[in-house]
Nanobody, 119 residues
Framework: VQLVESGGGLVQAGGSLRLSCAAS????????MAWFRQAPGKEREFVAA??????SYAESVKGRFTISRDNAKNTVYLQMNSLKPEDTAVYYC???????????????WGQGTQVTVSS
């Protein structure tokens, strides 16, 4: 399974970005998809995850970020609104068998996309 993220960039605080993660080479439906992020000098942290509908979110992004998926396009999205400088990080897409907030159980990972939020 290959995961390719896109949509990162530089945005001012309060702005929005939408990240995309296109999956190929495997079964997308029924696969847990997640977003993690890693800032310089920090551990990789959970952002959001989805299996079928709805989503699970880290407290730090709840109400600002929305995860969704389009099974017809084998793509998962992360809509990020009201961005803050502390959201600056490399954002990674991940795929696994179950929704979980820790990175270990996710088997497949994308290469990451940089999100920078200026103050």
């Amino acid at each position: 399974v290959q995961l390719v993220e896109s949509g990162g960039g530089l945005v001012q605080a309060g702005g929005s970005l939408r990240l995309s993660c296109a999956a190929s080479g495997g079964t997308f439906i029924g696969t847990a998809m997640a977003w993690f992020r890693q800032a310089p000098g920090k551990e990789r942290e959970f952002v959001a995850a989805i299996m079928y509908s709805g989503g699970s979110y880290a407290e730090s992004v709840k109400g600002r970020f929305t995860i969704s998926r389009d099974n017809a396009k084998n793509t998962v999205y992360l809509q990020m609104n009201s961005l803050k400088p502390e959201d600056t990080a490399v954002y990674y897409c991940a795929a696994g068998a179950v929704v979980t907030t820790v990175p270990g159980p996710y088997v497949y990972w994308g290469q990451g996309t940089q999100v920078t939020v200026s103050s």
